[in-house]
């Protein structure tokens, strides 16, 4: 795919997404992120893709949705820095997070910890939430019949700033925004049901 997009003129964006569905544990989530990244990228430069004329889209690195374990946002953004500095190529110069499920309010404040935390990095992160900026704007319009455009408009141009902000990694959301809270067995399976 990488390859084609090139040969015609395009910019590839290279997306590896790892599910968030599971109880998995943070480490686990790096680990597998760290193999993914890797054999992707390999398999880019066996190919003969230009790697600085590609672009990713990645996952934010999290624990499972029912995972077991807390994390504190701080440890969810080092995870993600440590993933990069395992696996992703220097010449690539930058990547734009998938929300993946997350709502806005999470991902900014993990890709705001995630910038904070990138003092080492070359890179430029940054986000490509079309669901976690979609989705309150639909909400807008269940059961009203027609699109509410005023304020839609409104929303969108406050989620953007929302998201630039953290892009810059000067979002500060609310207390506990980017944690992810462990999950007991039954409460998993509340949330299946």
């Given at each position: 795919y990488a390859l084609i997009c090139q040969s015609e003129g395009l910019m590839p964006i290279?997306?590896?997404?790892?599910?968030?569905?599971?109880?998995?544990?943070?480490?686990?989530?790096?680990?597998?992120?760290?193999?993914?990244?890797?054999?992707?990228?390999?398999?880019?430069?066996?190919?003969g893709v230009y790697m600085a004329g590609s672009t990713l889209k990645p996952n934010i690195v999290n624990p499972g949705r029912d995972c077991p374990v807390s994390y504190t946002v701080e440890e969810i953004a080092e995870a993600n820095i440590f993933v990069f500095e395992?696996?992703?190529?220097?010449?690539?110069?930058?990547?734009?997070?998938?929300?993946?499920?997350?709502?806005?309010?999470?991902?900014?404040?993990?890709?705001?910890?995630?910038?904070k935390a990138n003092k080492k990095g070359p890179w430029n992160l940054s986000f490509s939430w079309s669901q976690a900026l979609q989705?309150?704007?639909?909400?807008?319009?269940?059961?009203?019949?027609?699109?509410?455009?005023?304020?839609?408009?409104?929303?969108?141009?406050?989620?953007?700033?929302?998201?630039?902000?953290?892009?810059?990694?000067?979002?500060?959301?609310?207390?506990?925004?980017?944690?992810?809270?462990?999950k007991t067995v039954e409460q998993a399976a509340l949330v299946e049901a």
């Amino acid at each position: 795919y990488a390859l084609i997009c090139q040969s015609e003129g395009l910019m590839p964006i290279v997306e590896p997404d790892i599910s968030l569905s599971g109880s998995h544990t943070l480490e686990e989530a790096v680990d597998v992120n760290i193999r993914v990244q890797s054999e992707l990228f390999k398999a880019m430069v066996d190919h003969g893709v230009y790697m600085a004329g590609s672009t990713l889209k990645p996952n934010i690195v999290n624990p499972g949705r029912d995972c077991p374990v807390s994390y504190t946002v701080e440890e969810i953004a080092e995870a993600n820095i440590f993933v990069f500095e395992q696996s992703f190529p220097v010449a690539m110069k930058g990547a734009n997070y998938l929300s993946g499920g997350q709502t806005l309010p999470q991902a900014a404040q993990r890709l705001s910890a995630i910038n904070k935390a990138n003092k080492k990095g070359p890179w430029n992160l940054s986000f490509s939430w079309s669901q976690a900026l979609q989705l309150p704007l639909l909400d807008l319009c269940k059961g009203k019949g027609e699109l509410q455009l005023e304020e839609m408009a409104k929303l969108y141009v406050e989620e953007l700033e929302i998201a630039g902000a953290a892009a810059r990694g000067e979002w500060d959301g609310e207390k506990g925004d980017g944690d992810h809270v462990g999950k007991t067995v039954e409460q998993a399976a509340l949330v299946e049901a």
